[in-house]
DNA sequence: GTGCGACGATTTTAG
DNA sequence: ATCGTCGCAC
């Protein structure tokens, strides 16, 4: 057979892995080098060359997005499509698991899984309710130590404090908590990985049945594999199994979050697998990869691994010392402008931080310069209130019991159901050992008619009426007339005119995606109905933070979600002691090392130049604060820098982008012209002043009625003749 | 039962 | 500075 198309696209060290004999395999895939590409050919290796069926092939990551992109490519490269591999995130696949065996799982068929605002939720009521001591035992830390537990494999009966009494109290509020979500028929995230691990690991048959169907385990980011996690795969691996694991131990940035980057050393020690390093980058300049390397080499207890390129040097790495903040945003965006006047797009820069709150005076600058822009995190589309409300109502009409869904919606709308009400049914349904539903249900029978009466009647009247249609109507119909009956789409009209917009399109849009949903081939084995699987895809995939990607936006986001992306431009803003390495790494948990591979992320981002920024004073909660450069900025050798002065900024190293921003000229505005009466969907009406540069680049200075004077780039601003 | 002012904490985040 | 939560007043 001709394997030549499955081979000759890759180099030595990715072909020596794809073409591996079937056994464990380590590949130590540096930045850039090509992970994904090895992944979706190993598995195209596997079909084609070795004649394993897809059915045989677990394939596993840790988002949705590498999930699909995984199984898209190899459909791609395969030329047909690949039904029954099993593709997906670790707790997609644990909660396939649970679906089909929620019997031996110990579970209701029904179960709904809730996102970790729903667990804050009820840890909070069910501290509140208990009367335990908010100050000592919050409700946030409560969370953060029950799925701590729950990512070591441990239940709240193994948990040992040793007479501890704050752990003691940790305990029994985990241990209410267990039974919390038993009464109500729902899991967590956490609880989907240690459960679909009990459940392997007490059903013998079961699990022979696994190992035998799933001879092929392949693993996507293995550093961030937490302990559960790593049980969860060893044991499907069984002494049979073949693991293919690929994994960078110098990109492991999640630790505080429960990743293991050890399970990297305790896969070699354990599966003795073969190891091959990709250290080929494909990606960065010479420079910018030996900065990035000088940089990595200050960690200890790496695997070791150094990245080399066949690309030219490029250009040294920037380093730009701001006067404060302000400073270090006019800088940036000022950079950006340039590099699009030189032709290039805005979309090809990214602005990276270390923590959220900075990119505000960002999105301001870029805001008042008229450059489009897209910040990365922040909500996301099921994350939203509005959101969740209607699915809460679905998720009561699906199973009542879910005291969760119960307690967010029934006052939302107001209907004078309120915490006094509440209050009582939480006491009924606690001696009873039922869930809310049951105590409201029971309340509303006795038939006398106080007024809290009254009012609940109504509600549990509607979902019951609600409910009797529920298997009858298609998805789209039901959350329609949910809708209708609630009137939940005015119940935002008091937060103002335009906020109860936003959140009837919200809605709208979640009608959309309902109207469209079907039940996939795998949902259907697994036994799930139409909405059941539909709430378990809005828990198991929130969706984008945005909607609508723009088509041409300069990027925004944290260090940590520019993993696994690339930009030719990329800036890292914020380079101080404090802020990045951040305080709270250098003191508490004294990991500097987890900080390092953040940097070291951040800069294998860049393709062409790389950028890094650092102020002098810097404006901390309100207070003025002077900044000494970050650590990491001292680490980059000399010879790998160009520092660039303030008052010089534009001077940089751009020839090209030099070049054209001053070309000046009127050419190429085409419909535009001095003089010309223009109007902006944001900024009103005005006249241009001034033109710049060509084509898609030019510039018009606009003096608007109400918005005052502004730059805008022609492309992006959408400009209209008046008259 | 709802609305406003004080108070406190404030790294990173997928599922 | 800013945002979310809590307590108190209406």
């Not at 949910?482 to 919200?506: F, V, W």
């Not at 995939?541 to 696994?564: F, I, N, P, R, Y």
């Not at 710049?692 to 959408?718: I, M, P, T």
Request: charged fraction near 25%.
């Amino acid at each position: 057979m001709d394997v030549s198309h499955l081979l000759d696209p890759l180099n030595d060290a990715q072909r020596e892995a794809v073409s591996a004999p079937p056994g464990n395999q380590m590949i130590l895939a540096g930045a850039g080098s090509g992970k994904t590409r090895v992944l979706v050919y190993r598995i195209a290796w596997l079909i084609q060359v070795e004649h394993v069926s897809p059915l045989s092939i677990m394939a596993v990551t840790f988002t949705n997005k590498a999930a699909s992109e995984m199984r898209h490519r190899v459909q791609d490269l395969l030329q047909i499509p690949v039904r029954g591999m099993w593709v997906g995130t670790f707790h997609g696949l644990a909660h396939r698991l649970l679906r089909s065996h929620h019997e031996l799982a110990g579970l209701p068929e029904g179960f709904q899984i809730i996102d970790s605002d729903d667990q804050y939720r009820l840890l909070r009521r069910l501290i509140r309710e208990r009367g335990i001591d908010e100050n000592q035992w919050p409700a946030r830390q409560a969370q953060w130590w029950i799925n701590a537990r729950k990512d070591e494999g441990q239940r709240a009966h193994a948990v040992n404090g040793f007479g501890n009494p704050a752990i003691d109290g940790w305990q029994q509020i985990y241990q209410a908590y267990e039974e919390q979500c038993r009464l109500a028929g729902v899991v967590d995230f956490a609880e989907l990985l240690l459960r679909a691990h009990e459940l392997l690991r007490d059903n013998e048959a079961l699990l022979q049945q696994y190992r035998q169907r799933f001879p092929h385990l392949l693993i996507d980011e293995f550093q961030d594999t937490n302990a559960i996690q790593y049980g969860w795969i060893r044991m499907l691996a069984g002494p049979q199994g073949h693991v293919f694991a690929v994994g960078d131990d110098d990109q492991s940035i999640y630790g505080w979050r429960g990743a293991r980057v050890e399970n990297v050393q305790f896969f070699v020690n354990d599966f003795k697998p073969h190891t091959i390093r990709l250290e080929q980058n494909y990606r960065s300049s010479g420079n910018i990869l030996a900065a990035a390397n000088a940089i990595i080499a200050n960690n200890d207890d790496r695997l070791g691994k150094k990245l080399w390129t066949d690309a030219a040097d490029g250009e040294l790495v920037q380093v730009y010392s701001a006067y404060n903040e302000e400073d270090e945003a006019e800088f940036v965006i000022g950079q950006i402008q340039l590099w699009i006047d030189g032709g290039r797009r805005a979309d090809e820069a990214a602005i990276l931080y270390r923590s959220n709150a900075q990119s505000r005076l960002f999105e301001q600058v870029l805001m008042r310069e008229g450059i489009p822009y897209r910040v990365y995190g922040g909500l996301r589309f099921f994350e939203r209130a509005e959101i969740k409300d209607a699915l809460a109502y679905l998720h009561l009409l699906s199973n009542p019991d879910n005291d969760s869904a119960f307690e967010r919606v029934v006052n939302t709308p107001n209907r004078g159901i309120g915490e006094r009400t509440i209050s009582q049914l939480r006491t009924l349904a606690a001696d009873a050992g039922v869930s809310l539903w049951q105590a409201a249900t029971e309340v509303c029978s006795r038939g006398d008619s106080q007024r809290m009466q009254v009012s609940l009647r109504r509600f549990v009247d509607l979902i019951a009426e609600l409910r009797e249609t529920l298997n009858s109507e298609e998805i789209g119909l039901q959350l329609r007339k949910l809708l209708d009956c609630t009137d939940l789409p005015s119940h935002y009209d008091k937060e103002g005119q335009e906020k109860a917009e936003t959140r009837r399109e919200n809605l709208n849009e979640l009608l959309r995606a309902a109207d469209s949903f079907r039940l996939s081939y795998e949902d259907e084995q697994a036994g799930l109905s139409p909405l059941a699987a539909f709430l378990a895809q809005a828990a198991l995939e929130a969706g984008e933070a945005q909607g609508e990607e723009w088509d041409d936006c300069v990027q925004l986001m944290t260090m940590h979600s520019a993993k696994g992306l690339e930009f030719p431009l990329v800036f890292v803003a914020g380079m101080e002691e404090g802020l990045f390495p951040h305080q709270r790494s250098v003191e508490e948990s004294g990991d500097l090392q987890e900080e390092r591979r953040l940097c070291y992320v951040a800069m294998t981002r860049a393709r062409e130049r790389l950028v890094l920024c650092h102020a002098e004073m810097r404006r901390i909660y309100g207070g003025q604060n002077l900044c000494r450069p970050s650590r990491f900025l001292r680490e980059l050798p000399g010879e790998l820098k160009h520092e660039v002065r303030p008052g010089l900024a534009a001077a940089g190293q751009n020839t090209q982008a030099d070049a054209s921003s001053h070309s000046g000229g009127n050419a190429g505005s085409g419909q535009f012209e001095l003089g010309q009466r223009v109007s902006h969907q944001k900024f009103g009406e005005g006249v241009i002043l001034n033109i710049e540069g060509r084509d898609a680049h030019a510039r018009v200075q606009v003096n608007f009625e109400q918005a005052g004077c502004k730059w805008l780039v022609l492309s992006y601003a959408n400009l209209h003749p008046v008259r």
